[in-house]
């Protein structure tokens, strides 16, 4: 069982390069997340989407847009790359008609930095 | 005030020891607690729910103070395999429900 695949594992971008993170899950929940991991900071939502088709602003969106266009995958574009958004890109999913349980499943990551 | 609070550590014990990491959240309205595990360089893996009336799963015991807003996990026997980063996780329904995560304590187990 797969889970959740990201794409790339690491990555070096120039700033003002447009940057796509990968985001695949083969276990047919509703809801995904993507979160950046900083030092100090704890992990932080950047967007979510509850179902396919829909999206949502999380705590830190500035700089980054997502698309649901179906259950499986969910990609983080960054548009054009600042250094501030150097950082550990994690995707979650969680099946959110269990709403009591939450528990959210993550990928192994993404490590961005941008230069 | 951060949503969710830990003490950021590091813990060092040696092993076999019992060690006490606290969590705080601001928000009464919080519904849902957990523990969840990182290893270094590692993706967020969940190690417990914490319920209302305290939990255990092994060496692993977690607590739920609703009055002080107040979450515990409790390590026993702590062994080398026990290093990792443990956050404090929190869900909240605010319309939808929203899960915040604590910045995370460090433990380090040695020999």
């Known amino acids: 069982i797969a889970g959740i695949t990201q794409a790339p594992t690491s990555q070096i971008l120039a700033a003002g390069r447009r940057m796509t993170l990968r985001c695949t899950q083969d276990?047919?929940?509703?809801?995904m997340y993507w979160y950046r991991q900083d030092l100090g900071l704890g992990l932080r939502l950047i967007h979510y989407s509850n179902t396919a088709g829909t999206t949502g602003k999380g705590e830190v969106p500035d700089g980054y847009s997502v698309s649901r266009a179906n259950t499986d995958d969910f990609p983080l574009t960054l548009a054009s790359a600042v250094p501030s958004q150097t950082s550990v890109y994690f995707c979650?999913?969680?099946?959110?008609?269990?709403?009591?349980?939450?528990?959210?499943?993550f990928g192994e990551g993404s490590r961005l930095t941008v230069l | 005030r951060k949503e969710v609070e830990q003490d950021p550590g590091p813990f060092n014990v040696p092993e076999g020891a019992t060690v006490a990491f606290n969590c705080t959240y601001s928000?009464?309205?919080?519904?849902?607690f957990f523990w969840y595990r990182q290893d270094c360089r590692k993706e967020p893996k969940l190690l417990m729910s914490?319920?209302?009336s305290g939990n255990e799963d092994g060496r692993f015991t977690a607590q739920l103070n609703r009055a002080s807003q107040y979450i515990s996990l409790l390590i026993r026997d702590s062994k080398l395999s026990d290093s990792a980063t443990y956050l404090c996780?929190?869900?909240?329904?605010?319309?939808?429900?929203?899960?915040?995560f604590g910045a995370g304590t460090r433990l380090f187990v040695k020999a």
């Open positions: 276990m047919r929940h509703n809801a």
């Open positions: 996780v929190v869900r909240v329904y605010t319309g939808g429900f929203k899960t915040i």
């Open positions: 914490v319920y209302s």
């Open positions: 979650a999913s969680s099946d959110s008609n269990r709403a009591n349980t939450g528990e959210l499943f």
């Open positions: 928000n009464s309205a919080s519904q849902s």
